[in-house]
Every structure is written in structure tokens, then in C-alpha cells.
């Protein structure tokens, strides 16, 4: 049977039609297109069918991946379109209570997406194995207008797959801003929506000298026992975006306040307030684990404090002078 027919009347994952599908992959073929990006330091490659009109998220272009893209990457993903996208008989683990939906199993887990815009049936879906290093996007056709290029990666397929691999150990994403100032020290500021984070990438981008990553979310990693902050695509109000990565040397909780003050956080305060400000799979509690375990060795290894400022170069100044 096709593979498009096969998958057309998949309803729900079972162990042997996962693995069928993982393993009848579009990679290699000569019919099919190749795409690959990076993002904290991993590399997702896409084998879209032929005839596609595949094109990478706008907002991707800045994380193509440097290397040869016919390489295998850490991330695997074959993309294809059926008539329809069926949901699982059963309730999932997980709901967003809009876009998406999640349903886990023992052979890996899926992702159901939908809008109002589009009516109740899934205009996407997205299976992985339980590693994350092979998947399967399927987008529904018909729900598709020809003419138009489709996006296989775009928000939320992206960041799901990126947090899910990173919390089975790879690393952390958090709500954030991260930047290198002119001296190299690696500045991350920690905050939920609201907290200054987009205010502050503004102050720093007049400071001369200074390389943002990005103003909402960052992507921590561990190398040869030092930190890392990686830039990614999901930016926030000042639409800061950047592949790069620089070496984490102190956090910043954001606190708007008539003055600016800089207040140390002991260890296990730092690590409960950068777990609040984590993506993390909460259904995996594997990942959980890992993510608090994680966020314990940032807060021992590296300085955190509380950030109370002012929306202007003070607090620049502030933190330069604590840092002198």
C-alpha cells in the first residue's frame, strides 16, 4: 500500500505502524526536497515528497544549517500531504486548549494541529519516536491551497520538536533575553511576559559592541562544563533572532522598579524561579527530571541575582559596574 494511503487511514499509532512509518523514510530519494536548519546547536532535516511546494518559515532563514544538507542531522523529519488527518480515538496527555494537541505512547508521541480558521479536522500532524531523532509531518491537503508554498516547519511544529529533544538531556529553553556585551560577558535576563525583556534587548542594541541572540527565547546547553546561551527564532516585541551562541556568565531575574538594584539569589531560589520560566514537556516526566536537575547546575555554577531597573541606560550602566 502507498505510503500516503497508508498514513491517510492511520487514526492512531500503534507500535508496528509507527515504526512502519519511521522506516519507510523519503530520505535518499532522488524525488524528494532537502531541507535542514539549526537551532541551539541542532540540526533538523527535512525530505519533503515530490511535487511540494515546501519552503522554509520565514523566520528560519537565519537558521539554515551551514553544513551539507544531505547529511544526516540530529532531528530527522520526513514531510508528505494526505487527504485527510484523522485524531486518535483517545483523550490526549496534553491540550493547549487551541492550536495543538499531544498524545503519547509507548512508541512515541504525536501532535495534532488545528484552528477554527480551517474548521475541526487537523490541517497538520506531527509523529516522533520516543528519541525525537526521526519523525513524520503530514499536512493535510485539502486543507492546502495549491498555489500557495507551505511552511512544514513553522510555529508551534518547531519549538515542540526543539523542546522535546532538549528536556531527554540535550538542554533547556527558557523565556529570555540573551546578549554578549562588548567584553564577551553572557548576560541572560529571565522573565515571563510583561517583565521588561523587549524593553531591556532595547537598551543594549544603543550600546555599542553588543551581539543580542534573541529578546524571548533562549536555548541553554552544556559544553566541557561550561554554559551556553543560543539564540533562536522565536522572538519577541523587539524581533530579535540570531543563530549564535555565546558563554553564559551571569542571570538576571527582571523586576520593573522606580530604581535600579541588583539582588543575589541563592541557589535553590534561582533554580524554582528559572524552572517557572522553562518549556518543558510536562507529561514527560523523564524530561522534568532532567530539566530540574539542569536548571539546579546553572543556578550552583552560575551567578543569578533579581534585576530590579528602570526602563533607560542606568541599568546598562548598573550591571557593568556590578560586573567591574
Request: aromatic share 10%.
Amino acid at each position: 500500500m502507498p505510503l500516503a494511503r497508508r498514513l491517510q487511514i492511520t487514526r492512531f499509532l500503534t507500535e508496528t505502524n509507527l515504526t512502519t512509518l519511521l522506516s519507510n523514510s523519503l530520505s535518499g530519494t532522488s524525488v524528494s526536497k532537502r531541507m535542514a536548519v539549526e537551532i541551539g546547536g541542532i540540526s533538523l532535516g527535512l525530505w519533503c515528497e515530490r511535487g511540494m511546494r515546501a519552503a522554509l518559515d520565514p523566520g528560519h532563514k537565519s537558521f539554515i544549517s551551514s553544513g551539507d544538507a544531505s547529511q544526516t542531522c540530529d532531528v530527522e523529519l520526513d514531510i508528505s500531504a494526505v487527504t485527510q488527518i484523522s485524531l486518535p480515538s483517545v483523550a490526549p496527555c496534553f491540550s493547549s486548549g487551541g492550536l495543538w494537541s499531544a498524545y503519547t505512547a509507548p512508541t512515541g508521541t504525536q501532535f495534532y494541529f488545528s484552528t477554527p480558521t480551517l474548521g475541526s479536522e487537523p490541517y497538520k500532524a506531527a509523529w516522533f519516536d520516543p528519541t525525537f531523532s526521526r519523525g513524520h509531518i503530514v499536512l493535510n491537503r485539502i486543507l492546502m491551497r495549491t498555489n500557495d508554498e507551505t511552511f512544514p516547519l513553522e510555529y508551534p511544529v518547531d519549538e515542540l520538536t526543539m523542546m522535546h529533544r532538549l528536556a531527554l538531556g540535550a538542554g533547556v529553553e527558557l523565556h529570555a533575553l540573551g546578549l554578549a556585551d562588548r567584553d564577551g560577558s553572557g548576560y541572560l535576563f529571565v522573565g515571563h511576559s510583561g517583565a521588561g525583556k523587549s524593553t531591556t534587548a532595547r537598551l543594549w542594541m544603543a550600546e555599542h559592541g553588543v551581539r543580542l541572540l534573541s529578546d524571548d527565547r533562549i536555548i541553554l546547553r552544556k559544553h566541557d562544563g561550561d554554559f551556553w546561551m543560543y539564540g533562536t527564532p522565536w522572538h519577541g516585541d523587539a524581533g530579535v533572532a540570531s543563530q549564535g551562541r555565546a558563554l553564559l556568565s551571569s542571570i538576571f531575574l527582571l523586576e520593573h522598579f522606580p530604581r535600579n538594584e541588583i539582588v543575589p539569589m541563592a541557589p535553590p531560589q534561582a533554580a524554582a524561579e528559572l524552572f517557572a520560566r522553562a518549556f518543558v514537556p510536562h507529561y514527560l516526566g523523564e524530561g522534568i527530571d532532567f530539566t530540574l536537575g539542569f536548571l539546579e547546575s546553572v543556578a550552583q555554577t552560575v551567578s543569578c541575582s533579581t534585576l530590579r531597573f528602570t526602563p533607560t541606560k542606568s541599568a546598562v550602566e548598573a550591571i557593568r559596574h556590578a560586573r567591574a
